[in-house]
Nanobody, 124 residues
Framework: QVQLAESGGGLVQAGGSLRLSCAASIRTFSTYAMGWFRQAPGKEREFVAAISRSGGSTNYANSVKGRFTISRDNAKHTVYLQMNSLKPEDTAVYYC?????????????????WGQGTQVTVSA
């Protein structure tokens, strides 16, 4: 049973930072590409960032490029999302996802497993 557990969300002022973590109970974690998505109220879930199996390749949504950094620690079975210079429009529930195909993909439909999400709220 694969489980993904996000943590690190919270309330922060605009311009502040948060670091999200996603702990994965995947025995073969290093064979999965990992992604972060977010969903704001009344909006569809959107891609934020993704990272390859080894961490050598990453991809970001244009809206977060230069502000967010995705990374992973395969020994700890954990993926991170460092979020800097946060804006009110970053407010959303953030989800991590795992792709057994190992590709750095932006489509939510490509991911096999999802966490329950963690709320990030950025005040103006």
């Amino acid at each position: 049973q694969v489980q993904l557990a996000e943590s690190g969300g919270g309330l922060v002022q605009a311009g502040g930072s948060l670091r999200l973590s996603c702990a994965a109970s995947i025995r073969t974690f290093s064979t999965y590409a990992m992604g972060w998505f977010r969903q704001a109220p009344g909006k569809e879930r959107e891609f934020v960032a993704a990272i390859s199996r080894s961490g050598g390749s990453t991809n970001y949504a244009n809206s977060v490029k230069g502000r967010f950094t995705i990374s992973r620690d395969n020994a700890k079975h954990t993926v991170y999302l460092q979020m800097n210079s946060l804006k009110p429009e970053d407010t959303a529930v953030y989800y991590c996802a795992a792709d057994s195909g190992g590709w750095v993909l932006v489509s939510a439909g490509a991911y096999d497993y999802w966490g329950q999400g963690t709320q990030v709220t950025v005040s103006a």
